[in-house]
């Protein structure tokens, strides 16, 4: 990599709101292309940005005015450090639908021009797969690039410039495909994983107060809490926390950060509380990080990517050695070209990740976005699924049903004081709460020091006085303050299916508070059709007393189990003894409280409305608040294994027709070319349009669950 420091460039061409910029920085080896273009596009005036990487060239599109100009020029002259990657990444330059189109015409052209015309054009489009393949050869051994360029070879030799061109163009279509598939799946994740802050917590007259993202300035002192997104690059003044960079650099382990420590927008608070001083404020930064974590995230390969491109490789010597073999023997070079032009591996390879991206893009119009092609997979063979409560299989719009004060207070003062509290943290419950306050027209008191602990509640100092709001065993079993005047209030409740929020204030109780939450009115179909796809065991996980619990189960009859009373640790414990079971586990939840149980799953599944982090740790991410978004992505995840497979079949059936035809001499190179390429471009058009799913498809009664 070059020193750090600046580029030379030139202005190449220039009209008022487009600059094309020629740069020696585009030819630097350690150059992370998509993060110069994250960079650039989300500076603000920014309209299009197009990287010419053959030409070394930055064309840009903007709003016109000089400080736009500027900017764009001093991002190119004077690169961030991040620019440059640590370690080196495959880049390839992406296809595009005129240049398969151009080879697409030439190929045709040279099966009617005369042969002294045919041959330039043909070489011309063999020459980049032949120098693949050579390069192959000599530095990974026989491997499909081996045996694609040698076909090219052998048709050239033979003069059969359609051939040559028709493999060519093939190649070609289904690189297109897969990566304008692709391409639409990273432009959903990007819109779906954005970081949308609205509202930030600053400290302003010695307290707290809420604003909006784009009021703050450099120097603002920022409060971040669990589950909070850091919208800022800046400095913790005080505070520890543990903080989850996974957005940023990939890496799912948190890192601790205290006083002195750099933090960086787009980071995701896990537990603890910092002040922050902010250096950088706006979103271009961290909008780049999140581009470039799902550009890196999209080239991870499936397992069933592996195990074709493993078999086509297999496949390339066994195909190799049989056209070399018949040569030696019948001294037959048509022959030998037939067999050598019958690819099983071209088919095979291809069809495998055409199909699994266009399953993906399906997903996505159908409102579920799979972080990779390894979550297509996993979907494919979960046997059991995991839910948590709040906000899965209920709407998460809890409302507050009763007010019940103790110790003098009165019931909008008890409401309000749990609001204030709460304010600080988005969570169903503590909205519902805010919700209920704001609508009896009460004024929210200022609260300082508040802290959320995690699946217990909260804790805020309000008017000089310490304020708990919580589950009653954060009130009475961590706190030790006495519930018992409750009791019979508390009971009644819970018989009626409610779940109760616990006050306290200054180490006595102030009162509870009652909410109850509806049923998602798709939840009962959802979890019958999830059991009619072969999902053998279905578990709810959840917070809510016992009873609470028994009431939902009632209410849904597929639920094979429920778990009462859990705190976030013991989610994630019992995911762990099931997959100990070594059952292929499903988890579903929305909450700060639901990540360490999304880690600890096979796969990791939030709700739309899901907070920062939960969607950071999830694999897949429902794009509608509707659990029917999730029975129609397991019926393609399970359509795409059906696919590939039948691809398989398709390829080697057909394929071992047409080589035994050329082996035996009945059909001449043209023929066997035609045969074998029509089959691919039919497979690859059964790969890329067999996931689409209709609205009036039916779940099966058993979708043939692959095996973990």
């Known amino acids: 990599m070059a020193a750090l420091g600046s580029f030379k460039y030139t202005i190449a061409h220039e009209i008022p709101g487009r600059i094309r910029i020629s740069t020696g920085l585009l030819f630097d080896s350690d150059l992370d292309p998509s993060f110069l273009h994250a960079v650039l596009s989300n500076l603000s005036g920014i309209e299009k940005v197009r990287i010419n990487m053959k030409a070394g060239s930055v064309i840009v599109n903007y709003n016109g005015s000089e400080e736009t100009r500027l900017k764009i020029i001093d991002t190119i002259e004077n690169p961030r450090e991040e620019i440059f990657q640590s370690e080196v990444i495959e880049t390839t330059h992406p296809a595009d639908s005129l240049g398969v189109g151009l080879k697409g015409l030439f190929t045709l052209l040279t099966a009617v021009f005369p042969k ?63 990566e304008m598939s692709e391409k639409k799946s990273t432009e959903l994740l990007q819109n779906l994983l954005r970081p949308e802050i609205k509202k930030v917590r600053v400290e302003k007259e010695g307290g707290e107060k809420k604003i909006d993202v784009n009021l703050l300035s450099t120097g603002d002192i920022i ?87 493993e078999l086509a490789d297999k496949l390339v010597p066994i195909t190799f050695a049989l056209g070399m073999g018949l040569y030696l023997v019948t001294r037959d070079i048509g ?3 037939s067999v050598l032009t019958v690819d099983y591996s071209c088919a095979i390879k291809l069809a495998t990740p055409v199909s699994v991206k266009m399953a993906m893009f399906a997903a996505a119009e159908k409102g579920v976005l799979l972080k990779g092609s390894e979550a297509l997979d996993t979907l494919a063979g979960i046997d059991t699924i995991v839910f948590d409560k709040t906000g899965t299989l209920t709407l998460g719009e809890l409302k507050v049903t009763d007010i019940i004060p103790f110790g003098g207070m009165d019931r909008k003062e008890l409401l309000g004081t749990a609001a204030g509290a709460e304010e600080h943290y988005d969570h169903p419950v503590a909205n519902a709460v805010v919700t209920a306050a704001l609508g009896e027209g009460i004024e929210l008191p200022n609260a300082s020091e508040v802290d959320f602990i995690v699946a217990h509640g909260v804790s805020a100092y309000i008017d000089g006085c310490q304020v708990l709001v919580g589950s009653r065993h954060f009130i009475e079993d961590d706190e030790k303050i006495d519930c018992s005047v409750c009791d019979i209030q508390a009971e009644q409740l819970m018989n009626q299916g409610k779940s109760l929020l616990y006050v306290a204030k200054d180490q006595s109780l102030a009162g509870i508070i009652a909410l109850e939450d509806q049923l998602r009115p798709e939840a009962g179909k959802v979890l019958a059709e999830l059991k009619q796809s072969g999902i053998k065991r279905i578990i709810v996980l959840t917070g809510d007393h016992r009873t609470t619990a028994m009431v939902l189960k009632e209410k849904l009859v597929d639920i094979d189990e429920i778990h009462w009373e859990l705190k976030p640790e013991d989610k994630a414990s019992i995911i762990a ?132």
Request: aromatic share 4%.
């Open 335 to 337: 022959r030998a070209a």
């Open 223 to 309: 409060i971040c809490g669990p589950g909070e997104i850091i919208p800022v690059d800046g400095i913790v003044i005080s505070g520890d926390a543990l903080v989850n960079q996974s957005s940023i650099t990939g890496e799912a382990v948190p890192v601790h950060v205290s006083e002195g420590s750099q933090v960086l927008s787009g980071s995701v608070i896990d537990e603890g509380r910092l002040r922050i001083n902010a250096l950088q404020v706006g979103s271009d930064t961290g909008m780049a990080r999140v581009s470039r974590f799902l550009e890196q995230s999209l080239k991870s390969r499936s397992k069933s990517q592996k195990k074709s491109d």
């Open 116 to 178: 002294t015309l045919a041959a330039p054009i043909s070489v011309g489009l063999s020459l980049p797969v032949i120098m693949k393949g050579i390069d192959t050869l000599f530095n990974e051994g026989v491997k499909v690039e081996v045996l694609d360029a040698s076909a090219v070879l052998f048709s050239l030799a033979r003069k059969d410039y359609f051939t040559a061109s028709s493999i060519v163009t093939l190649l070609s279509l289904g690189t297109y495909f897969e």
């Open 577 to 708: 003894d099931l997959k100990n079971t070594d059952s292929c586990i499903a988890f579903a939840g929305d909450g700060v409280n639901d990540a360490p149980a999304m880690v600890s799953a096979d796969l990791g599944i939030c709700m739309s409305g899901g907070a920062d982090i939960a969607k950071d740790a999830a694999q897949m991410i429902l794009l509608e608040d509707n659990l029917e978004t999730l029975i129609n992505s397991r019926r393609i995840s399970v359509k795409n294994e059906k696919t590939i497979l039948n691809c398989f079949k398709l390829a080697v059936g057909i394929n071992s027709f047409i080589l035994l035809l050329a082996s035996a001499g009945k059909i001449m190179p043209v023929t066997s070319a035609i045969l074998h390429n029509s089959s691919t471009i039919g497979i690859l058009g059964y790969a890329a349009f067999a996931n689409r799913i209709s609205k009036e498809d039916k779940p099966e009664k058993d979708m043939g669950v692959s095996e973990k």
